[in-house]
């Protein structure tokens, strides 16, 4: 398959479009904004019952909303190596969170800059390396802080004050404000939020304080139907979220900065110090929330305290079962979650109209997408990493008038590694020999319709086992109906998903004799693709993890 749909000139580019006379007299600007671990049950543009994203809404409803956007590799680093490679991980070398990113290889930036864009990267880098191909940079160090956090830019550390979605867009129009207005644009504009700890802006302090939640239905799961790894993983709510960190649950006279930690296992699950995970390490919570804490000025503080002491002694009265403290955590995550992605779209509000206010808008490619999807309760969990679809799929919203036609949808199976060949497409650069995506161009031009010869599944393969929150190594498929996955290393175990009578993935028919042509078929698609991606030995270990890296 093809993966440029061909490049026009320039001037041609308008007649390309399926509606309408368009004109377009310059190269697009491009502006790419990514989340970490925000995902599309946390948008209402997506049908979210959690909150409304306002601002989020407005580039769905000006544009298109990819309803079947996947990520090969469902972790930070990884995934953001393939957005801005176009290939895969095992082809690009960043296979987990330990990896130092070979800033060498070609990436769309470097492209794009080549051919006359001024670029910036500003925000959320995580890939353990120097950005290369920016005439501006300033990144998070490792994961970043939420507040005061601290800046490499250019290579120079900077403490900046304030809240970390705010001050990344400041940046952001910063850049686009002494940038030379001959030339086009493109800048990756990417967030911190809203990974975890969660932590609100000031601003949002117990702005959720009254609102209850929707459980999700598998909330209080017990994994019957599937294999160890959905058994063995240590990403429940009711386990493995830290007291401090996650949940908040420290009291004002244990934050400051020099009292010593003691090991509280109070309500983790978890009876001896010794033998709680990595995962579920109480001390080390108490001990980063407080780093995390003793970032804010005294009157943040202040403020934090008042909003969280509630809830502390809520917690602290907790008499009911373990299904009803389940219940009360989640309630809490989805309280920090929300109010931290009201941060984010508040923010993407600020950008666009900035660009409508310097009269750019409607001549740049604005792409939203997030590293991956994230659990909200779903199966009783928190974080990524599984191959299931809550999240393997990812948000993507896409505006571009010239282009799409505003309020389109498309079903087509898309990947981000499609992101870079779809901006070299449009900027009328030619797409790297090496890129593994494809370009979005005749899906945006057809009002989302998928084209004839688009692809039929959409490749997977995550590798950062033993880590954090233990999920197994696995690769596999997911065609239009069905997922299969293979769990690898200490474990050799296979699932197979009908999607249309199993939408949730509750129950695997991968031994069931009534789908024994569906997975003898859907073995056969999986070789092909691997074949064809250069994954041919998936389960070597190629994807050796390292100990050391910030990986949280």
Known sequence: MNKSYGLLPLAALAAVGCYGEKTQPKQPNIVVIMTDDHTCQAMSCYGSRLLETPNLDRIAREGMRMDRCYVPNAISGPSRA????????HVNGFTDNSRTFDGDQQTFPKLLHEAGYQTAMIGKWHLNSEPQGFDYWSILEGQGEYYAPLFIENGEKIIEPG???????DKAISFLESRDKERPFAMLYYH??????WMPAQRHLGMNEDKVYPEPATLLDDYEGRGSAAREQEMMIAKHMWPEWDLKLMKAEDLAENVSDSTDLARTGNANVDDVSRANDTSNSRRQFRNAYNRMTDEEKARWNEAYAPRIAEYEAFEDSDDELTRWKYQQYMKDYCAVVTGVDENVGRLLDYLESIGELDNTIVIYTSDQGFFLGEHGWFD??????????????VRYPSAIK?????KALSMNLDIAPTLLDYAGVEVSEDMQGLSLRPVFESNGKTPGNWRDAVYYHYYEYPSWHSVKRHYG???ERYKLIHFYNDVDEWELYDLKTDPQELHSVYDDPAYSKVREAMHRRLEAM???VGDTDPDELNGEFFEGADKL
């Open 163 to 169: 809240y970390v979605t705010d001050v990344i867009t």
């Open 406 to 410: 505003p309020g389109t949808r498309s």
């Open 82 to 89: 393939c957005i801005i490679t176009g290939k895969y991980s």
């Open 530 to 532: 691997q074949t064809e």
């Open 384 to 397: 990524k990493r599984f191959m299931y679809e809550e999240c393997e799929r990812t948000p993507m919203l």
């Open 192 to 197: 911190k939020a809203p990974h975890r700890d």
């Open 477 to 479: 498929i997911r065609t």
